[in-house]
């Protein structure tokens, strides 16, 4: 009975797998989801420093220790194994639903580019490392 149902998870998990793999797999970037940027960009910590203090910076805190509006982004939550960086191009495109944290929903940041998000994910990605989360 166990075998069964541990079958019949590894073979959902599989085609779930398969599926985000097809889904996600654009040849060109006029069938790019309108949230990524495009497949040749180059993400710079610098300019995400920049847009990060500009548009996150009240939420996150200047040090993305988090603070009365927004949860710390230094945080094992945070970890690219917890938060992949596709949650974050989807957080910045479309928002969040509160789940981690009692802020209450994070909306949408209309004003950023898919770009803009990928330069403050680097400059994210590199704060997480430079505090020892990955």
């Not at 970890?79 to 974050?88: E, V």
Request: glycine fraction near 6%.
């Amino acid at each position: 009975m166990i075998d069964k149902i541990i079958a019949r998870i590894a073979a959902l998990v599989l085609v779930i797998f398969l599926l985000l793999a097809v889904f996600y797999q654009r040849p060109d970037n006029s069938k790019r989801a309108p949230y990524l940027p495009a497949k040749d960009f180059v993400p710079d910590a610098s300019t995400g420093e920049q847009l990060f203090s500009v548009n996150c910076i009240q939420c996150h805190g200047k040090r993305l220790e988090g603070g009365a509006n927004g949860p710390p982004l230094i945080h094992a939550y945070y970890h690219p194994d917890h938060h992949a960086d596709l949650t974050f191009y989807l957080a910045v495109y479309q928002g969040v639903h509160q789940h981690h944290w009692q802020f209450g929903n994070m909306p949408a940041m209309k004003q950023l580019t898919p770009d803009d998000a990928g330069h403050i994910l680097r400059f994210i990605r590199q704060k997480q490392q430079e505090a020892g989360l990955f």
